[in-house]
């Protein structure tokens, strides 16, 4: 049985999409703007062939573009960006704690994050994605995410997940990249 493709199968976009949702959840923009915003990040991308090549191809880790896109949106939105991990290489248990004090119910936040995806922990990650986190509770860290595909990742247990690919495991194949972390707000 042939499935259709989604938007977002095939292209290499993900980062950007996490970045629109990550407004969307803050700042509630809609569709033609996030659209406008996607064209404008496209284009920028285009003038450099290098980057966009690097992007298309996955080979790179994407950060410099979310943080590119961050700073941009936030000329044009008031947005606080955080960087929680940026120098440190936090344990399960401490990302999870931070997130959780981070994604307080009803306060216009959000988490962007990549994280890789093994289907054993002998072989290198099938899935290299970027997401976003809107809400958790005890267990389970929900995710605003782009993807439609019945396999897609919507949510991530407490128990999962690792901070260190070479700490993935049979039980535990996914792995956050604490680097990657960008947590967002309407500035106070």
């Not at 950060?63 to 949106?73: E, I, M, N, T």
């Not at 290489?89 to 999870?96: G, K």
Request: hydrophobic share 45%; aromatic share 10%; charged share 25%.
């Amino acid at each position: 049985m042939l499935k259709p493709f989604y938007q977002g199968k095939l292209d290499t976009f993900c980062a950007i999409y996490a970045v629109l949702n990550g407004l969307r959840l803050t700042h509630g923009i809609r569709v033609s703007r996030a659209r406008d915003i996607l064209n404008e990040t496209l284009l920028a991308l285009a003038a450099t062939p290098e980057a966009f090549r690097a992007v298309l191809e996955q080979k790179t880790d994407y950060l410099h573009l979310v943080d590119g896109l961050l700073r941009a949106q936030s000329r044009a939105f008031p947005l606080e960006v955080i960087r929680p991990f940026e120098q440190s290489q936090p344990p399960p248990e401490e990302l999870w704690q931070t997130f959780r004090q981070w994604l307080i119910p009803g306060a216009k936040r959000a988490a962007i994050f990549r994280f890789t995806r093994s289907m054993s922990p002998d072989v290198p990650p099938l899935n290299r994605h970027w997401t976003t986190a809107d809400r958790m509770d005890d267990e389970i860290l929900h995710l605003f995410d782009c993807s439609h595909e019945a396999e897609a990742i919507l949510n991530i247990r407490k128990d999962s997940f690792v901070t260190r690919p070479e700490a993935v495991t049979a039980g535990r194949l996914l792995c956050i990249l604490p680097e990657s972390v960008r947590f967002l707000r309407l500035p106070f």
